[in-house]
């Protein structure tokens, strides 16, 4: 499983890396260290902690609604396929967004729970990119 650095996790929950290390400090995001000791966030950690914060944020009456570009990078937190179909979730700081793809797109991007992705919005269609 992919873990992700407290900086790498900032720069996909929207925040800067003292804010991160902040949410890590008091047990917010369960972190790990690997071999050279540097402080990591499993993926699937992460994936439930950005559900969350979008959660949150989208409860809050004075966060901003706005256009990212039509590119919104952020973490995958649900894969549901289907025999031919499948869908994707991605969170991208305070935004959700949903792909319906082939269930062979998903399985070629080796899209699941916890991975970086970029999803781009074109239109009502939404891709779906990995690093």
Sequence with gaps: MQSYTIGQAARLLGV????????????????HRDESG???IGGRDLAAFS???GRHAAEEDDVPY?????AFAGIVTA???GDVAAQV?????????????TREAVEELGLEVGMQ???????????????
Aim: glycine share 4%.
């Design 66 to 70: 706005t256009s990212a570009r039509n």
């Design 79 to 81: 894969v549901k396929l």
């Design 38 to 40: 540097r402080r990591l």
């Design 51 to 53: 559900v969350e914060l």
């Design 16 to 31: 800067s890396p003292d804010t991160a290390r902040r949410w890590a400090d008091a047990g917010r995001v369960t972190t």
């Design 117 to 131: 992705a970029t999803a781009r919005v074109k239109s009502t269609s939404v891709h779906i990119d990995t690093p």
């Design 89 to 101: 979730e991605i969170q991208a700081g305070p935004h959700r967004l949903v792909s319906l793809l």
